[in-house]
């Protein structure tokens, strides 16, 4: 066997040990005798609002409350909320040194009543068994929960997320096939017990971080108590970035450059070990077939690859959303994800980078 063959071997193996296995969360088998606050953070959602309002009216375990917060929003994002029967709390006064889902987050908690508090992304849509679900693994399991919601896309623009989603969740260590511990969390869905949260100090403890599930889950860990990670399959799902690829392009961006330095360092060289694989066995298949014509050799062996890399991306992603054939024309999103990983290097060197028209910084900051 060639060299080449043996070092995409290594990391096509690499691949399976990073993201093979997904736990997904269970429903509740008996009844949940919880009292559940659901707390959203939303700025300018009057167009994705109304779908997750109207899921959480149809939950087997209804919630205590359902407050949100309007994060300075310039639409009808309060009024929408309010004709949902929602608690409508106004987060426009945004303190120095917090970032604005933090201190939205914060302000929705503090005035909860419920024993578990469950933070929901605007942008997702609960299915009717995702409150008692999630009470239920708050109890059983203990510490934060969080759940990668299904990624339900519309548009082609859209499925340029598949490779970011897959390495999100090999960096907390969330897919590995052997146990490890989770470093981060999935933030359109988190749960954690009140008294849980009130001892780590809630978000006003991680005020400035831009990356909230990164940073809670660091947070939480710093305090003994556990970080679960799960895939959400139909209990809870989402459309990310629906308002075109430069917000697509930005909210990536921002996620990556945040999070740069948060992976712990052999997690980190298994994933560019990865990611390189994917590129020379798609690359040079490419420019293979490309010059075929001219005289110049097919390689089987990087052919093969390309072939066994797809079969693997598939696996990945037709379980976290709907990507369809993603998977088969692999080398325009490995492209994608260059380009805002590049994007992304640049940011942490400004050291912000600008999201739903604010500037917001790009270190994580969180540890004790």
Known sequence: MSITAVTLAARWCAGWYLGAR??????????????????????????????????????ELAPLEVIVVDDDSSDATAEIAEAFGATVVSGAYLEPGWTGKNWACARGA?????????????????????????????????GLVSVQPFHRMERPYERLSALFNVVASMGIGATSLRNVD????????????????????GHASIAGEVLDDVALARRVRADGIAVHAFAGHDLIEFRMYPDGVG???????????????????????????????????GWWTIAGLVTLPVGNSFS???????????????????RIGNFGATAWVHP??????LLVFIRSLAATLRGEVQWKERAVPTRIRVGR
């Open 332 to 337: 325009i999103f490995v492209a994608a994800f």
């Open 182 to 201: 989770v470093t981060g969390a999935y933030g359109p869905c988190l749960a954690i017990a009140a008294a849980d949260y009130e001892r780590i100090g």
């Open 247 to 281: 917000s697509l392009g930005r909210g990536w961006t921002k996620n990556f450059a945040a999070g740069a330095g948060t992976t712990p360092i052999g997690r980190l060289v298994l994933i560019a070990a990865w990611i390189s694989g994917l590129i020379e066995a």
């Open 110 to 142: 503090a005035i909860a009543r419920g024993e578990i508090l469950l933070f929901l992304d605007a942008d997702t849509v609960a299915g009717p068994e995702l409150v008692a679900a999630m009470a239920a693994a708050v109890r059983s399991h203990g």
């Open 22 to 59: 997904r736990r997904p969360l269970r429903r509740a088998t008996t009844a949940v005798d919880a009292s559940v606050s659901v707390i959203v953070p939303a700025r300018n959602e009057e167009a994705l609002l109304p779908r997750l309002l109207r899921s959480l009216r149809d939950q």
């Open 300 to 318: 089987v062996v990087h052919g093969a690859f390309a072939v066994l890399f797809a079969v693997q991306l598939w696996v990945f992603l037709r």
